[in-house]
């Protein structure tokens, strides 16, 4: 028995991150609608958001920024960057 979708939902959204998403979401082979109805379904099985919010602090932010412009550190093998973390 399947159901009858008849119910809209809208949003005003940034230009650029809708691009983003959709890009993203049509490698995933996922429509627009289907991406938001696996949201809302998410919601409702988790009676939430389905993911954690979390606001990044100042030092992270600025990471966050430098390694967007190329300036994050790099490594050949993960043991350096192990190394480096003192793991």
């Not at 939902?9 to 993203?24: C, G, N």
């Not at 809302?40 to 600025?62: C, D, H, M, S, W």
């Amino acid at each position: 028995m399947g159901t009858t979708k008849t119910a809209t939902a809208r949003a005003l959204i940034e230009p650029q991150v809708k691009k983003e998403a959709e890009s993203i979401l049509k490698e995933m082979g996922l429509s627009i609608s289907n991406s938001v109805e696996l949201f809302y379904r998410q919601v409702v099985a988790q009676r939430g958001l389905p993911f954690e919010l979390q606001v990044p602090n100042k030092k992270t932010i600025k990471a966050i920024a430098n390694s967007r412009k190329g300036k994050g550190r790099r490594f050949s093998t993960t043991k350096e960057l192990f190394k480096d973390l003192g793991i």
